[in-house]
């Protein structure tokens, strides 16, 4: 039974039906709110709910059948749950009334609904507006009436659905969605299903759709998909088709705005403006096609203006549109095919817009923003504000009528060395007043001088460009002109290659290629490069990686000395000789200065070393180790490594707080490089493998302060580094470089202070250290090589600088784990000047 809400539950409504029941008459009831529980169920009667008293807000969980089976006369909301059910074998759900022979009235309601809703006549009438929400999951249907949802009058009226509406009666009219009587919204998500038999949504031509979004898919079979008599703005992203009708249809008199970047599709039409009634003068009507847009049918125009504007990228055929008076290309990228005529003007705002087929229109204006080119042919006067030409391919771009170029205007032109270029054909007159000839030579070997006709006109030519430029560095394109023709010529300009070079490096290499002169293959390529491509063929032909391996080894140098100094500084305090051994892992990055690239590497190595105290406080020891690093420069698409046998003699003495340290290195090296050389015209890979060494004085000098068990010791230090390498050949083909070797000094002076501290770790005696300092690089930062190509002489190239500045930290924990032995772990970092450099070390210490 029905029953007065009495409990207290969060969820309870005014009224709790919670039996079975053949109709409930809300206007017995106080309240304003009612529930029908699950598995409860109201009806066969008709109405099986009703009110006419006031708006009520309802929630079904259960079933609801009948005839007209929701009767809401004041309007109001009612919401249909999932699972839930509401069936009329007339009208399923009724919100407000008609009076016989009168407008209609009442209270506009608000279904959400969640169930189904079915319906012999409709499933849900609105007579005085409101809102009809679908959710994912929910349907509406009626199999034998007119309209499965029908909206109209009132205030408002809005749908929408992300579930399933249908009507499918297959004969008069069966509507899914029908909306009338003012201002309407409609939205039908991805997941919304709208089907009609006759038409999937009508709107009346008081109905006009100030918002109508549609991402899912409406379906008709008879008539079309969307009659929206009264116009609005359409835009759909989804599927709007009709199999015997138009997909979309307007009234010619009702203004309508169709954006589409889904699929529209109809038996003749995909979209129609054309619908007679109410008066014989045209409306404005437009359509934008987006990205993704898709159209199956023809596109009529009305006895107004009609737009088409072209936005994002696409391509269509132009002969669907018919009784069109304009098109706006607004877009990046456009291909228009076919053929096809805008009764009043062409435009071409901004993209590129490109005619493959023909195209109609007495004016046709490109303005500063826009572009536009094809192999096509344009039917009508052009006037160029921005740039024609930009073609898909090299070809014939035909104009019957006149052209003119303004000053600050473009003509482009694509050629190959092959002679051919493209043509702009004008039939009738060409005038230019100004304006730039921008030429797009594709790579090949051009001859001393190449000529092509631009410009071909039957009507006569006046005036000039003010000028052309070529996209090749080191071609001089020029115009000539005759009375109907424009010409342009290509040839090789008096500029030499190291000009254009961006860097240091990049001159330089320009500089030798230069003196390979004509006929050679770099030099050839090379020459039918545009600047940032010759740039870029300077850069790979550098062979700047074995510069900056230099620079490798000048950094890694740092691993023998703070091996050496760091095993000077442990054992200080014992008079016993020992036996160490140190290993270390490094992964370091040098940014790129603007000149060489930026330099990629991974270090890592052991030493092991003997030495004892030669007299009191003064210890000698001599050490040997190996190291390998291996480097990339991406950029250059360059790799390498370099394997390094060291052996060292170090020692240092103490006098009180003061102590000096230092110690000599030397390393014998072998580095390995290969590299990969292409450009346009060109491609090479080149390896090498030759020996290198790196030689190095260094000490350091601090006084050692003691409280507390700590210590903190001030430092200064001095190392001189010098490495140099064997004269190579690389192996290849044009591109290979030889060398007479490299020889690099730097010196490096570090300020500083130490700390240490002893503690005791789980019985055992532990010192933690660390060091703070900055360090300050002496000489050229930037290692450099003498390189030259086969038979020329040799130019100089530059590598990733090591860091001028860099701040250093050292970090480490020594433990005594006997008597004899003591194991040590640490960190030590460089960082400044683009360089990040990081190191992780461990090592085992033995007294005997």
């Not at 500084?569 to 270390?584: C, E, I, N, T, V």
Request: hydrophobic share 40%.
């Amino acid at each position: 039974m029905a029953l007065a809400a009495t409990c207290v539950s969060a969820r309870a409504a005014d009224v709790e039906i919670t039996a079975n029941t053949g109709a409930v008459n809300l206007d017995t009831f106080t309240g304003t709110t009612a529930r029908i529980n699950a598995g409860v169920t109201v009806g066969p009667a008709s109405p099986a709910i009703s009110a006419t008293l006031q708006p009520w807000t309802l929630t079904n969980e259960g079933a609801i059948a009948g005839g007209n089976t929701v009767q809401f006369n004041q309007g109001g909301t009612f919401t249909n749950a999932s699972g839930a059910t509401v069936t009329g074998s007339a009208t399923a759900m009724t919100f407000g009334y008609k009076p016989f022979g009168q407008p209609p009235t009442g209270g506009p309601g608000t279904v959400n609904n969640y169930g189904t809703i079915t319906g012999g006549v409709e499933g849900v009438t609105m007579w005085f507006g409101g809102a009809v929400n679908n959710y994912a999951g929910g349907t509406i249907t009626t199999a034998t009436g007119l309209n499965a949802v029908s909206i109209g009058q009132g205030t408002s009226r809005s749908l929408f659905n992300s579930g399933t509406i249908q009507a499918t009666k297959t004969t008069g009219y069966s509507t899914g969605v029908l909306m009338q009587g003012g201002p309407s919204t409609f939205t039908n998500t991805g997941t919304g299903i709208i089907y009609g038999d006759y038409n999937g949504v009508y709107g009346s031509a008081s109905a006009v759709f100030t918002s109508f979004s549609n991402a899912g898919s409406m379906r008709s079979s008879r008539g079309p998909a969307v009659e929206a008599t009264g116009g609005g703005a359409i835009a759909n992203s989804g599927i709007i088709a009709s199999v015997n009708s138009d997909g979309i249809l307007t009234r010619n008199t009702a203004a309508a705005e169709v954006v589409n970047s889904g699929t529209i599709s109809g038996a003749v039409n995909a979209i129609n403006f054309t619908s007679a009634g109410g008066g014989t003068v045209g409306a404005t009507h437009t359509v934008r096609l987006q990205t993704g847009s898709v159209l199956n049918g023809n596109v009529l125009g009305g006895t107004g203006t009609d737009n088409l504007i072209l936005e994002g990228t696409s391509s269509e055929t132009i002969a669907k549109f018919k009784n069109f008076e304009t098109l706006s290309m607004q877009g990046s990228d456009w291909g228009l095919n076919g053929s096809g005529t805008f009764a009043t003007s062409a435009t071409v705002q901004s993209g590129v817009l490109h005619i493959n087929g023909q195209l109609t229109s007495p004016a046709v204006a490109v303005q500063s923003g826009g572009v536009l080119g094809g192999t096509g042919t344009i039917v009508g006067a052009v006037t160029n504000n921005g740039t024609i030409g930009a073609g898909n391919s090299i070809g014939t771009l035909s104009v019957q009528g006149s052209v003119v170029f303004n000053s600050g205007s473009t003509l482009q032109i694509e050629a190959n060395s092959a002679g051919q270029a493209d043509l702009l054909s004008v039939t009738g007159t060409t005038t230019i007043n100004g304006g730039t000839v921008q030429v797009l030579a594709a790579g090949g070997t051009y001859l001393p001088s190449t000529s092509y006709t631009i410009i071909a006109t039957t009507a006569g030519r006046t005036g000039t460009f003010s000028g052309v430029i070529s996209n090749f560095a080191f071609l001089a394109p020029t115009l000539t002109y005759d009375v109907n023709n424009v010409y342009l010529t290509l040839e090789r300009n008096s500029i030499d290659l190291d000009a254009i070079g961006g860097t240091p490096n990049q001159r330089a290499t320009g500089a030798g290629l230069q003196r390979l002169g004509g006929g050679n293959a770099i030099f050839d390529a090379v020459l039918m490069l545009d600047v940032p491509g010759a740039r870029a063929a300077f850069d790979a032909l550098s062979g700047e990686i074995h510069a900056s391996a230099s620079g490798l080894l000048l950094d890694d140098s740092r691993f023998v000395r703070e091996a050496a100094l760091d095993r000077v500084r442990l054992a200080a305090s014992s008079a016993a000789p020992g036996l160490w051994g140190q290993a270390y892992g490094a992964p370091s990055d040098r940014g790129s200065d603007g000149n060489a690239a930026d330099f990629g590497t991974h270090s890592g190595g052991f030493f092991t070393g003997l030495d004892a105290e030669v007299a009191d406080n003064v210890r000698l020891g001599v050490l040997t180790g190996y190291g390998r690093g291996t480097f990339d420069v991406d950029d250059r698409a360059s790799s390498g490594s370099a394997d390094s046998i060291h052996l060292a003699v170090y020692g240092g003495g103490q006098l009180g707080g003061f102590a000096l340290r230092g110690g000599a290195a030397y390393a014998w090296q072998t580095i390995e490089t290969d590299r990969s050389v292409a450009f346009p015209g060109f491609s090479d890979r080149l390896s090498a493998k030759y020996d290198g060494h790196t030689g190095q004085v260094f000490g350091e000098a601090g006084y050692a302060f003691h409280a507390a068990g700590a210590t903190i010791e001030p430092t200064a230090a001095l190392a001189y580094v010098a490495t140099g390498s064997d004269a190579f050949s690389e192996d290849g083909g044009a591109a290979a470089l030889t060398s007479g070797g490299l020889d690099n000094t730097v010196t490096f002076s570090t300020l500083g202070v130490r700390g240490s501290a002893a503690f005791d770790l789980g019985g055992m005696s532990a010192t933690a250290r660390g060091f703070l300092g900055w360090r300050h690089a002496f000489g050229d930062a930037a290692p450099r090589i003498g390189v030259a190509f086969a038979g020329q002489d040799p130019f100089t190239i530059a590598g990733t600088p090591i860091a001028r500045d860099a701040a250093l930290v050292d970090l480490g924990l020594d433990i005594q784990t006997s008597a004899a032995s003591r194991l040590g772990i640490g960190y030590s970092g460089q960082f400044g000047g683009g360089t990040t450099s990081q190191a992780f070390k461990a090592g085992l210490h033995i007294a005997f």
